[in-house]
Antibody, heavy 117, light 109 residues
Framework: QVQLVESGGGVVQPGGSLRLSCATS????????MHWVRQAPGKGLEWVAF????????YYADSVEGRFTISRDNSENMLFLQMNSLRPDDTAVYYC???????????WGQGTLVTVS | QAGLTQPPSVSEALRQTATVTCTGN????????AAWLQQHQGQPPKLLWY???TRPSGISERFSASRSGNKASLTITGLQPEDEADYYC???????????FGGGTRLTV
């Protein structure tokens, strides 16, 4: 079955960096669009970044543009999020989610908590 | 980036019908429709409804959705205690090149 497992979260000081990973299995990763979505404590969902199956098309939310970088390794079925210049308002659970091309975010991981303090 | 607008809360009685609304514009909901997700406390979101008006495998037929112009609606019939959760609409915005979420609606049964 489809599995997405995030890792790399933790506590970091403001201005610091973290790299999140999402290990995937159970579907054709190389043909799937992928997203990072976050959820601050007690708040709603906020989309963070998108990467197309070929890695060519990439989009970011305004709130992270220039600080975060999404990437993927299709040979390893892995998704990444490099987060730099972290701020306290980046504190959230970060989810990776897959999207069959031009459909919707149909499977989500359990999330990894990032705390900037 | 602007989001999609949902009511913060909806409350309905057991075995009744609840409707959650989501308002966007022609660049998102009006153009491509809205998907719907359910999130229980402490759990990741789960997709309930695709933008193309289909239900994912394994989702109860008590969940359905519709759209009229820039407004989408999720309807849950025969409410059960396990339906108590947060519900989010989502849509791709062609103008912003961004995925948008509504603010979420807390359903109380």
């Amino acid at each position: 079955q489809v599995q997405l497992v995030e890792s790399g979260g933790g506590v970091v000081q403001p201005g610091g960096s973290l790299r999140l990973s999402c290990a995937t299995s159970g579907f054709t990763f190389s043909k799937s669009y992928m997203h990072w979505v976050r959820q601050a404590p007690g708040k709603g969902l906020e989309w963070v970044a998108f990467i197309r199956d070929d890695g060519v098309a990439i989009y970011y939310a305004d709130s992270v543009e220039g600080r975060f970088t999404i990437s993927r390794d299709n040979s390893e079925n892995m998704l990444f999020l490099q987060m730099n210049s972290l701020r306290p308002d980046d504190t959230a659970v970060y989810y990776c989610a897959k999207e069959p091309p031009a459909r919707d975010l149909d499977h989500w991981g359990q999330g990894t908590l990032v705390t900037v303090s | 980036q602007a989001g999609l607008t949902q009511p913060p809360s909806v409350s309905e009685a057991l075995r009744q019908t609840a409707t959650v609304t989501c308002t966007g514009n022609s660049d998102n909901v009006g153009g491509q429709g809205a998907a719907w997700l359910q999130q229980h406390q402490g759990q990741p979101p789960k997709l309930l409804w695709y933008r193309d008006n289909t239900r994912p495998s394994g989702i109860s037929e008590r969940f359905s959705a519709s759209r009229s112009g820039n407004k989408a609606s999720l309807t849950i019939t025969g409410l059960q205690p396990e339906d108590e959760a947060d519900y989010y609409c989502s849509a791709w915005d062609d103008s912003l090149n961004a995925w948008l979420f509504g603010g979420g609606t807390r359903l109380t049964v």
